[in-house]
């Protein structure tokens, strides 16, 4: 059974970082691109990023771009995400999802982590 | 960047037939996958490749893509349906994934 367990939500002030880590377990991690996709209160789902299976290929959603840096440790098989500059609009609740390639679905999602951005 | 647009909310009564679509320019020459999240729960994905169950969904949800629409469509709805449903593509012209706003879907 695939899991997945993120960690490192929280408070944090504007212009804070934070890291976030996604733990898996239950499939080869080291085959599967894996994705951010984050949910502000009430809101819907927003796409950040993506990452290949090797690590070599991630792309960004525009709004975060320059701000977070996606990537992943095959040998834990574990992904992160490093958030920088961190705004209010930040603030969403963040899931790490398996991909089954850098273009294509996201057959399994984990429960997330709460990053709340304010002063 | 390419937008998808779903309706906000449909309403359908037990045992119909609900059909929640996702517009997009020429939508049809992409891969739509349909997501549902229930309150207070991760999503999860109920059709992918425009029409594809993944093991364990029930055949009552079902999937079209043609054009400038994609539909999801759940037959023989049931309470436990209600939940918000999401399209999702990827964009090759921005390396971008793309969601629509999402339909609320509600089981009166």
């Known amino acids: 059974e695939v899991q997945l367990l993120e960690s490192g939500g929280g408070l944090v002030q504007p212009g804070g970082s934070l890291r976030l880590s996604c733990a898996a377990s239950g499939f080869t991690f080291s085959s599967y691109a894996m994705s951010w996709v984050r949910q502000a209160p009430g809101k819907g789902l927003e796409w950040v990023s993506v990452?290949?299976?090797?690590?070599?290929?991630?792309f960004y959603a525009d709004s975060v771009k320059g701000r977070f840096t996606i990537s992943r440790d095959n040998s834990k098989d574990t992904l992160y995400l490093q958030m920088n500059s961190l705004r209010v609009e930040d603030t969403a609740v963040y899931h790490c999802?398996?991909?089954?390639?850098?273009?294509?679905?996201?057959?399994?999602w984990g429960q997330g982590t709460l990053v709340t951005v304010s002063s | 960047s390419y937008v998808l647009t779903q309706p906000p909310s449909v309403s359908v009564a037990p045992g119909q037939t609900a059909r929640i679509t996702c517009g997009g320019n020429n939508i049809g020459s992409k891969s739509v996958h349909w997501y549902q999240q229930k309150p207070g729960q991760a999503p999860v994905l109920v059709v992918y490749?425009?029409?594809d169950r993944p093991s364990g969904i029930p055949e009552r949800f079902s999937g079209s893509n043609s054009g400038s629409t994609a539909t999801l469509t759940i037959s023989r709805v049931e309470a436990g349906d209600e939940a918000d449903y999401y399209c999702?593509?990827?964009?090759?012209?921005?390396?971008?994934?793309?969601f629509g706003g999402g339909t609320k879907l509600t089981v009166l």
């Open positions: 999802a398996k991909a089954w390639a850098v273009a294509g679905r996201l057959d399994s």
């Open positions: 490749d425009d029409g």
């Open positions: 990452i290949s299976n090797s690590g070599g290929t991630t």
């Open positions: 999702q593509v990827w964009d090759s012209s921005s390396d971008h994934v793309v």
